[in-house]
């Protein structure tokens, strides 16, 4: 029962991935889909752009500048940050084109200790909107809000002046019931912790006369405990993701600055097997009542050994391995430091999610204070993330004075 409420609970955000992940991993379950096999974890909100700018970029931000929302993207990223401290706050109303009373905040800061050194936290919460429980005659049990939410802790550290590792902690909370559902089905709150490293680096070039600069960000996130809603036979795991992307920036003038900008993401948790089913179309079980795999590896893995073994556990080889990865494309145009126009385009494979979805953006900086719009549009028009919009306000204090060079003590 726990297992059907979970699901049910979690619909509204699982379609935030795809318009049939859901039925398609129902399917994968029943044994009777051996071709669309979409990865779902625990608390995807977590893989959700929380901010304006990557979200009008295609969902992108491994290698773009740095900015106070940098630790869903990059946390190694805070310590190129050019000012003393600053802070963000994001929102997102999440597919309101069927829903009213879901949506998205993010708020996050950063302080630069000195140079080379930063330190960030953010919180992240996700409001599911009021959900009604009822029986299986029907009857109203009770009414609740489910909502999850993830706080971070971050250190980055500049390692040259070109180069810079991150890490961050993070702690996750996902209350799907409440008090809703009775004690008897063994319902709870679920919890995990997890961590984030990232590493960055920035390469100036001179081309034809024209400033420009190379960046290049990768980044491990989520990586931490399953995460359980009744007990420890019943885990799943978080969204633990790899994510590597490219950025060259180049100037037409002083006063116009363009951005090429690359992601790529995995998920690196593992791929639903192909079962074996009897003639009925159920799943065939061994004497210890486990299923029987006929394609791929067993997904009740370690966290560390899911992580490795993602890499190549698909059923059908090399070529659905492919299928996996996640790609987004951006361009970013800047007017004199002070307007940008952004678009973007991002590309999940058709048996993994298919999520395919344009970008939009605007932004504007003026002396600490800075806003950035998105807006999406899906390729598919029965999609439920059409037309969704995200805005962000951004401060920034106290440009650093940067030294000519980086000191070697360690104060």
């Not at 599911?128 to 971070?152: C, K, V, Y």
Request: net charge negative.
């Amino acid at each position: 029962m726990i297992k059907y409420l979970r699901l049910c609970c979690g619909l509204i955000a699982l379609l935030s991935f795809s318009n049939s992940s859901f039925s398609q991993n129902t399917s994968i379950l029943a044994g009777q889909d051996t071709s669309r096999r979409v990865i779902t974890t625990a608390v995807p909100f977590l893989t959700i752009a929380p901010d304006a700018r990557g979200g009008g970029l295609g969902d992108i931000g491994a290698a773009t500048s740095p900015d106070a929302a940098s630790g869903h993207w990059n946390a190694a990223k805070f310590a190129f940050m050019e000012n003393d401290y600053g802070f963000s706050l994001s929102y997102t109303p999440w597919l309101g084109n069927i829903i009213n009373d879901m949506s998205i905040s993010y708020l996050s800061g950063y302080y630069k200790i000195n140079r080379e050194r930063a330190v960030a936290m953010s919180m992240r919460y996700f409001d599911l909107g009021e959900i009604t429980f009822t029986d299986i005659l029907g009857s109203n049990i009770g009414q609740f809000n489910p909502r999850e939410f993830a706080l971070d802790a971050t250190y980055a550290q500049m390692l040259s002046e070109k180069m810079s590792l991150g890490v961050s902690i993070r702690y996750i909370n996902s209350n799907l019931t409440g008090n809703a559902w009775n004690s008897t089905n063994n319902a709870q709150v679920g919890h995990s912790v997890a961590a984030d490293i990232a590493w960055y680096y920035k390469q100036d070039l001179l081309l034809s006369g024209n400033n420009s600069n190379i960046a290049v960000g990768v980044a491990i996130t989520n990586i931490g405990a399953k995460m359980t809603y009744s007990d420890d036979n019943n885990k799943e795991f978080i969204p633990t993701n790899f994510r590597a992307g490219l950025n060259f920036t180049t100037s037409v003038n002083p006063q116009n600055h363009f951005s090429f900008i690359f992601d790529f993401n995995k998920l690196m948790v593992p791929t639903p097997p192909v079962y074996e089913i009897d003639e009925d179309g159920a799943i065939v079980t061994d004497p210890n009542g486990n299923p029987v795999i006929k394609r791929g590896k067993d997904p009740n893995r370690s966290l560390i050994n899911a992580m490795f073994t993602s890499w190549y556990d698909a059923p059908d080889g090399f070529s659905e391995e492919m299928k996996e990865f996640m790609l987004a494309f951006g361009l970013e145009y800047w007017y004199n430091d002070l307007f940008s126009v952004r678009g973007g385009y991002y590309y999940e494979n058709e048996f993994k999610g298919n999520r395919k979805f344009f970008t939009l953006g605007l932004g504007f900086r003026y002396k600490i204070f800075g806003v950035d719009f998105a807006y999406l549009i899906p390729t598919d028009s029965n999609n439920p993330l059409a037309n969704t919009l995200r805005f962000s306000l951004l401060f920034n204090f106290d440009t650093y004075k940067q030294d000519d060079s980086i000191t070697d003590d360690n104060n």
